[in-house]
């Protein structure tokens, strides 16, 4: 976990374990990762009413501990959950190591 920053606060101990988190939203909901620009990118995701909750709960623990990140998450018509996410430039290669991690587990799952 070499991309984590410096301004992350999680505890050493406890990153494996978010970031499993993340991986099992991913693995069970992506549809679609979208690479808005180097320091915005979208996650469609696809689920039960829960996924929503999912994604929120972890944006808002997320957002916690690394301050940078700016996520916001809606519902779509069609039923999708949109996570938008952004952060500063000097951020922009932790959200670029976040969008492949998330391009790769989705794709493992495939």
């Known amino acids: 976990m070499t991309w ?3 301004a992350c606060t ?3 101990t406890e990153q494996p374990l978010r970031l499993a988190e993340f991986d099992a939203l991913v693995a069970e909901a992506l549809t679609s990762v979208n690479s808005v620009s180097a320091t915005h990118a979208q996650l469609v995701l696809d689920g039960p009413e829960t ?6 709960d972890l944006a808002a623990r997320e957002a916690g501990c690394c301050s940078f990140f700016t996520f916001s ?3 779509a018509a069609e039923g999708t959950v949109l996570v938008d996410i952004t952060v500063p430039e000097v951020h922009a290669a932790v959200l ?4 492949e991690r ?3 587990t989705a794709g493992a799952r495939s």
């Open 96 to 99: 670029t190591a976040l969008v």
């Open 10 to 12: 999680l505890p050493a």
């Open 102 to 104: 998330a391009t790769a």
């Open 51 to 56: 996924t929503e909750e999912r994604a929120r």
């Open 73 to 75: 998450i809606e519902r």
């Open 4 to 6: 984590v920053p410096d």
